[in-house]
C-alpha cells in the first residue's frame, strides 16, 4: 500500500486527519483560561486578552471553602467520592504545567522544522517547516522526499496577514492560487497542533469530565464535547497536568456498494515534553488509526525568533494579488461666474 503524505490533512489520506483538525474557530467562551496570543493558534481575528488562570483557582477554592461552611459543625465524614476536576480546572492546570500564562502571554511568534515518518525509525516521507506569529501571519512549507514525480517535490501556504495563498502540490497540477479565510483556517488547523492545545478554552462550554481513563498508556482524565466535525474526546495526564492528546470520532465514508461503514477513532498522542525558554512544550505527534501510525518529529522549536520577511508573498502570489485602485484627483471646480 503507498502512503501519500497530504500537507492540508497533516498526515496519510488513509488517516482522515482533515476531519479530525478541520475546527471552526469562534470567539473564546470563557476568557478566564485562554491566555495564548490569538494569532498564533492561526489565520483568525484577535481576540480579547485574558485575565489570569489564576481566577479559576480562586473560584475553585471559594467553592471548596463554601461547601465546608454549608454543614454543621462536627458532623461525621461522608464516603462520597470525590468529584472529578472541572474541564475549566483541567484546562488551567494544563497551561500551568506549560510555563503559566506570563510565558505563554510572551509568545509572539514560533518557528518549527518537523520531520514526517511512518515511525520514527523509519525513512522521513516529508520536511516541513512552520512559523506563525502574534498578528496572524503564517507560512507553511512541505518538502516531500517520496514522490511519484521527478526530482523533490514541494507545496506551501501561508498569508501575510491581508493575502492568503497556497502552492500546489505538482502531482495535482502544480501552481499557485489565493485562498479564503477558511481554507486557510482549516490547513493551518490542520498542522499547527500546538495552537489546537492553546485552543481548548474556545471549547469549554460543551464539555464535561467523563472521569478517569487510560490513554496511550497513562492514567488520564477524559473530557468529551461535541466539536462541529463530530464526538470528541481529550485527555490529560494525571500525574503530569499535560495534555495527552485527542481521540475523534467519525463517520467513514460510504461503502462501495453505498452502505454505510463502521465509524472510525483516530488517536493524535503528544509526547517528548521539552524546555523551550521559560515554557515546556511537546515535540512529537503521532497519529494512530487502527494499525496504521504516521509520526510527526519537531526537529526544532524556537519562540520569538521569526524574520519579519518569513511573511512576505513570494513573487509568483505578488502578482495574482489584484492592484490597489490608485486614488483619482477631483475635477477641477470652474470659477464662478459673478455675471
Known amino acids: ?43 483568525m481575528p484577535p481576540r480579547p486578552t485574558s485575565t489570569s488562570p489564576w481566577k479559576v483557582s480562586a473560584a475553585v477554592m471559594c467553592t471548596a471553602f463554601a461547601c465546608l461552611a454549608s454543614g454543621p459543625i462536627g458532623s461525621a465524614p461522608t464516603n462520597l467520592a470525590p468529584e472529578h476536576p472541572t474541564p475549566t480546572r483541567l484546562i488551567t492546570r494544563c497551561f500551568h504545567a506549560m510555563g503559566g500564562p506570563s510565558a505563554i502571554q510572551a509568545i509572539r511568534s514560533m518557528a518549527i522544522n518537523a520531520t514526517v515518518s511512518l515511525d520514527p525509525e ?27 514525480v521527478d526530482g523533490q517535490a514541494e507545496t506551501s501556504f501561508g498569508s501575510n496577514g491581508a493575502t492568503a ?10 501552481g499557485w492560487q489565493l485562498l479564503d479565510d477558511e481554507d486557510l483556517a482549516e490547513r493551518i488547523a490542520a498542522n499547527n497542533w500546538l495552537g489546537r492545545l492553546l485552543r481548548l478554552g474556545n471549547e469549554i462550554e460543551q464539555m464535561r469530565t467523563i472521569g478517569p481513563a487510560e490513554f496511550n498508556g497513562s492514567q488520564c482524565w477524559n473530557i468529551s464535547f461535541a466539536s462541529p466535525q463530530g464526538p470528541m474526546n481529550v485527555f490529560f495526564e494525571q500525574e503530569s497536568k499535560l495534555l495527552k492528546g485527542f481521540r475523534r470520532t467519525f463517520q467513514s465514508p460510504p461503502l462501495e456498494d453505498g452502505t454505510s461503514a463502521m465509524p472510525q477513532q483516530l488517536d ?31 526537529d526544532s522549536l524556537t519562540v520569538n525568533d521569526v524574520p519579519e520577511t518569513t511573511f512576505d508573498l513570494p513573487p509568483q502570489v505578488q502578482a495574482m494579488v489584484p492592484a490597489a485602485p490608485q486614488p483619482t484627483d477631483p475635477p477641477e471646480q470652474e470659477p464662478p461666474n459673478d455675471q
Open 1 to 43: 500500500m503507498v502512503y501519500r503524505f497530504h500537507p492540508y490533512q497533516g498526515c496519510s489520506s488513509v488517516i482522515y486527519t482533515r476531519s479530525l483538525l478541520g475546527f471552526a474557530t469562534r470567539s473564546p467562551q470563557n476568557a478566564d483560561i485562554q491566555p495564548m496570543p490569538t494569532s498564533l493558534q492561526g489565520n
Open 268 to 298: 493524535i498522542y503528544f509526547s517528548h515534553w521539552k524546555d523551550v525558554g521559560d515554557l515546556r512544550l511537546f515535540h512529537q505527534v503521532e497519529l494512530v488509526q487502527r494499525d496504521i501510525r504516521m509520526n510527526i518529529t519537531y
Open 122 to 148: 523509519s525513512t522521513p516521507l516529508a520536511r516541513m517547516s512552520m512559523a506563525f506569529d502574534r498578528s496572524g501571519r503564517s507560512l507553511v512549507r512541505f518538502n516531500f522526499l517520496d514522490t511519484d
Open 165 to 174: 495563498w497556497e502552492q500546489i502540490h505538482p502531482a495535482e497540477g502544480g
